[in-house]
């Protein structure tokens, strides 16, 4: 099946630094890519959703300015935590899908443990 | 708008006990639904899918039927593994273009041998 890359796959950061978070689709091209975070025993929260070469759409109660989302490609996009605090620890999870393929779905990566201390 | 709630956990079993994760949705139309599975510490996987009223998805021993009157697709397995210990999600997609998924709030399944 498709390959989606999440890298890192842990990262420990600083409070007020930042960290990128990068989503690879290896054999395909993936024209949409979405962010979902997820706290520790509850469910995916979807963040936004980026088509490759315009702005992403942040859902509600998400801060765009903070989540930074680039997707200036088709096989990659990348999130930035800007700022990060401590409330930002939690799992992040790319998956990315070419929504030209219709009888596709979309491939999650492994996920990225974002610890801020 | 679209949701989906899927029974609480954890669920434990005991190794070949018969397995049944509970899920139902709100949505309009007819979106597809999924349940994808989660490992410890990994990203999720697509267990199986359909796409409309009646339809059947199935893999790896799962199985879910869509069921447009009752709005549910109930998770089964005759006879869970160890292996099958993880997290399971039930998701729906709407029926618009972008693709996203939304996602019940997962079930954890241990099962002990």
């Known amino acids: 099946g498709a390959v989606v890359s999440q890298h890192p796959s842990r990262v420990i950061c600083k409070s007020g630094t930042s960290v990128k978070i990068e989503c690879r689709s290896l054999?395909?091209?993936?024209?949409?890519m979405f962010w979902y975070r997820q706290f520790p025993k509850q469910s995916l929260m979807l963040m936004a959703t980026?088509?490759?070469?315009?702005?992403?759409?942040?859902e509600q109660g998400v801060e765009k300015d903070k989540f930074l989302i680039n997707h200036a490609s088709l096989t990659l996009s990348t999130l930035t935590v800007t700022s990060a605090h401590p409330e930002d620890s939690s799992f992040y999870i790319c998956?990315?899908?070419?929504?030209?393929?219709?009888?596709?779905?979309?491939?999650f990566g492994q996920g990225t443990r974002l610890t801020v201390v | 708008g679209n949701s989906v709630t899927q029974m609480e956990g954890p669920v434990t079993l005991s190794e070949e006990a018969f397995l049944t994760i509970n899920c139902t949705y709100t949505?309009?139309?007819?979106?597809?639904l999924f349940w994808y599975v989660q490992y410890p510490g990994e990203g999720l996987q697509l267990l199986l899918k359909a796409t409309k009223a009646d339809d059947k998805g199935s893999n790896k021993g799962f199985e879910a039927t869509y069921r447009k009157e009752t709005t549910s697709f109930h998770l089964e397995k005759g006879s869970v593994q160890v292996s099958d210990s993880a997290v399971y999600f039930c998701?729906?997609?709407?029926?618009?273009?972008?693709?996203?998924?939304?996602f019940g709030q997962g079930t954890t399944l241990q099962v002990k041998p």
């Open positions: 949505a309009t139309g007819y979106p597809s």
């Open positions: 998701a729906l997609r709407g029926t618009s273009n972008t693709g996203k998924l939304i």
């Open positions: 998956s990315a899908r070419d929504l030209r393929q219709l009888n596709t779905e979309a491939f």
């Open positions: 054999d395909f091209q993936a024209t949409t």
């Open positions: 980026s088509n490759e070469g315009s702005k992403a759409t942040y």
